[in-house]
């Protein structure tokens, strides 16, 4: 006679038999070590963050090392814009996306609308629905967000379907996006 205990301790997938059992219990295990080598923690704090990526004018820093988390269900970073700089147009093909401002004034267009953003303001970006965000050159502030998107989209794939830019986006000499007042190209 067996309970329920029993049924699933030894059982199961801590069990694995067949042509694919060994790799399957080689990627449990490079995930396991993955995590703790990273040291992750549930808990983070913007003003500390973990790993940054460096977009030009736009560093974007991570609270927490969600990159050890190849399961979640979300992403998130603040946003640091550099006044005369901003995420181009883009849209997001598989999941909508909310920016909180944390800190600084700055330029919020979706769909053509551009708004006025400052802290506390949120924006709510429907899938497939072109936005971009940008700090005003004439600002002396950093320009701050905390994106969300969801759902999350693994790494190995994130630089083809995170953001895909819309045609038209223009940098200058430098590679840098620089924006201003003028209406949506
Ligand atoms: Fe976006």
Redesign the pocket.
């Known amino acids: 006679m067996s309970d329920a205990t029993d049924f699933f301790t030894g059982n199961g997938f801590s069990r694995l038999t067949g042509p694919l059992a060994e790799k399957a219990r080689e990627f449990d295990a490079t995930l396991e070590k993955a995590r703790n080598d990273a040291g992750f923690s549930p808990k983070g704090n913007l003003r500390e963050p973990v790993i940054t990526a460096e977009f030009p004018g736009c560093p974007t820093d991570l609270p927490i090392n969600f990159l050890a988390l190849p399961n979640r269900q979300m992403d998130y970073c603040l946003i640091r814009i550099k006044p005369g700089h901003g ?1 181009p147009e ?3 093909g598989y999941g909508d ?1 909310i ?1 909180l401002v944390i800190s600084g004034h700055g330029k919020v267009r979706i769909d053509g609308e551009l708004y006025d953003a400052g802290p506390l303001d949120t924006f709510h ?1 429907r899938t497939g629905v072109r ?3 940008f700090n005003p050159a004439e600002n002396e502030e950093d320009f701050e967000i905390f ?1 969300v ?1 969801t759902p999350a989209v693994h790494q190995d794939l994130r630089s083809k379907f ?2 895909i830019p819309v045609p038209g986006a223009t940098t200058d000499a430098e590679g840098r996006y620089h924006h201003d007042e003028s209406p949506v190209r």
């Open positions: 995420f883009h849209v997001h996306e920016y970006q936005h971009e965000v994106a998107n995170w953001g």
